[in-house]
């Protein structure tokens, strides 16, 4: 089983709505990345959350650390935001070393 | 300022070469990352270091990879006698110890 989970693998949606993926981890984490890529684009880090919540825009990501999970919402999805996104977990692997540990990826899709 | 920028942006080799990656992190971040994504794959962790600490190597996927860092800033990523399978996006990220993460545009390796 991998050690970060996410949900749904592939999400098609129409311009407007609003969109939920989710991550689970199954580790004791110091931090969560929700991360994007876009086709052929590179990596941007959209959040680093430990606790709560944090809103970016039209962005909202939540962590519950007590049942090892996340959410990142999108409302009023354009098609711009169609892109994979990617849940990554931040472990300390001893003394000060950190590792990301990354999810598989959500492609999302949104049509006009 | 600037950002994580990786040289070259794209390397075509042949089969049993070997090949440099190169990472300038930002200014200041102690801790440097390497990764890649192949193909149709998720993110894939090889090497951590963290300021003049000995590198977390647990994840690189064989002895031809080796990476160092230089007076904990540029690091390079070296891959002997490389393989088809080695094709891949190679990403660097820096960070200051613990928080968020900034990626490096990537070097695209196609191995002929």
């Known amino acids: 089983k991998n050690e970060v989970e996410q949900s749904p693998q592939n999400l098609t949606a129409q311009e407007g709505e609003f969109i939920t993926i989710n991550c689970s981890y199954s580790v004791g984490i110091s931090a969560l990345h929700w991360l994007q890529q876009h086709p052929g684009g590179g990596i941007v880090s959209l959040f680093m959350?430990?606790?709560g919540k944090k809103k970016h825009g039209r962005l909202i990501a939540t962590i519950n650390i007590q049942e090892k999970h996340s959410s990142l919402h999108i409302t009023a999805s354009h098609p711009r935001d169609s892109a994979v996104y990617i849940c990554a977990v931040l472990k300390n692997s001893g003394g000060s070393n950190y590792k990301l540990t990354f999810g598989k990826g959500t492609l999302l899709t949104v049509n006009p | 300022g600037a950002g994580v920028s990786q040289s070259p942006s794209n390397k075509v080799t042949e089969k049993g070469k070997d090949v440099e990656l190169r990472c300038d992190p930002i200014s200041g971040h102690t801790a440097l990352y390497w990764y890649r994504q192949s193909l149709g794959q998720g993110l894939e962790f090889l090497i951590y270091?963290?300021?003049?600490?000995?590198?977390?190597k647990s994840g690189l996927p064989s002895d031809r990879f080796s990476a160092e860092r230089t007076g904990g800033s540029v690091s390079t990523l070296t891959i002997q006698r490389t393989q088809q399978e080695d094709s891949a996006v190679y990403l660097c990220a820096s960070s200051l110890t613990g928080v968020r993460e900034y990626f490096g545009p990537g070097t695209r390796l196609t191995v002929l």
């Open positions: 959350l430990s606790s």
């Open positions: 270091f963290q300021g003049n600490s000995a590198p977390d």
